[in-house]
C-alpha cells in the first residue's frame, strides 16, 4: 500500500497568515492526489484534486502543488472557517490512503 | 443538490453483523462509482471498499476482505455495505460517498459501534 505522510502534525497559524501542509507519498502517485478539509462533527469537504485543481465553490486562498511524491497545500490567507484538519489522499492506486492529518489551529 | 443519507448503524457485539445503508438523491445514481470510507473516533480517514457503477468490479481493504461486501441497486438509488465478524478495530463513522477516486460528496456518516 502507498503511505501517506503528512507534516507537520500541528500547524498554529494567526488569521490572515500563509499556511503551508505538506504531503509525501512512499512512491510515485504523478498528480492522483486530492486533499480535504474536515471541521469537528462533519463529513470531510474535497478542496483539491489532480494535485492543483480547485473542487466547485472552494475559494482561491486554497491551491495546490506537487507531483511524483511531493505536495503542497497552501491556504494564502487564513480566515476564522479555515481552522480544521487537513488530510491528503492518493488515488493512484488501490487501496485510496489518506494521510494522517495536519490540524491548523489557532496561534 | 446531491444527498446521501447513510443509515443502519448502531451498537453490536464482537463477531455480529450489521448492514449498513446508503440512499441517494440528486444525482443519476448509476453514473458514478460508490465508496465507503470510515474513520475511527478521534482517528484519520480510511478507504473501506469501492464499486464500479454496473457493480461488475469491486475493491475493498484489506482488513475487511472476506467479511465485508459492498453492492448497489441503481433501481433504488441504493448502496450497501454488510459487514460481518465485525471486531472491535472497526468501530467507526462510516460514510458513503460518490466517485472511487476523489469523493466530492460525502453523506453525514453512519456510527459503529462494536463492542461487548
Known amino acids: 500500500d502507498i503511505v501517506m505522510t503528512q507534516s507537520p502534525a500541528t500547524l498554529s497559524v494567526s488569521p490572515g497568515e500563509r499556511a503551508t501542509l505538506s504531503c509525501r507519498a512512499s512512491?510515485?502517485?504523478?498528480?492522483?492526489l486530492a486533499w480535504y478539509q474536515q471541521k469537528p462533527g462533519q463529513a470531510p469537504r474535497l478542496l483539491i484534486s489532480?494535485?492543483?485543481t480547485r473542487a466547485t465553490g472552494i475559494p482561491a486562498r486554497f491551491s495546490g502543488s506537487g507531483s511524483g511524491t511531493e505536495f503542497t497545500l497552501t491556504i494564502s490567507s487564513l480566515q476564522s472557517e479555515d481552522f480544521a484538519v487537513y488530510y491528503c489522499?492518493?488515488?493512484?492506486?488501490?487501496?485510496?490512503?489518506f494521510g494522517q492529518g495536519t490540524k491548523v489551529e489557532i496561534k | 443538490e446531491v444527498q446521501l443519507v447513510e443509515s443502519g448503524g448502531g451498537l453490536v457485539q464482537p463477531g455480529g453483523s450489521l448492514r449498513l445503508s446508503c440512499e441517494a438523491s440528486?444525482?443519476?445514481?448509476?453514473?458514478?462509482?460508490l465508496s465507503w470510507v470510515r474513520q475511527a473516533p478521534g482517528k484519520g480517514l480510511e478507504w473501506v471498499a469501492n464499486?464500479?457503477?454496473?457493480?461488475?468490479?469491486?475493491n475493498y481493504v484489506d482488513s475487511v476482505k472476506g467479511r465485508f461486501t459492498i453492492s448497489r441497486d441503481n433501481a433504488k438509488n441504493s448502496l450497501w455495505l454488510q459487514m460481518n465478524s465485525l471486531r472491535a478495530e472497526d468501530t467507526a463513522v462510516y460514510y458513503c460517498?460518490?466517485?472511487?477516486?476523489?469523493?466530492?460528496?460525502w453523506g453525514q456518516g453512519t456510527l459503529v459501534t462494536v463492542s461487548s
Open positions: 460517498t460518490r466517485g472511487g477516486w476523489h469523493p466530492e460528496h
Open positions: 440528486g444525482l443519476t445514481f448509476s453514473d458514478y462509482w
Open positions: 464499486i464500479k457503477q454496473d457493480g461488475s468490479e469491486k
Open positions: 512512491q510515485s502517485i504523478s498528480s492522483n
Open positions: 489532480g494535485a492543483s
Open positions: 489522499q492518493q488515488y493512484n492506486n488501490w487501496p485510496r490512503t
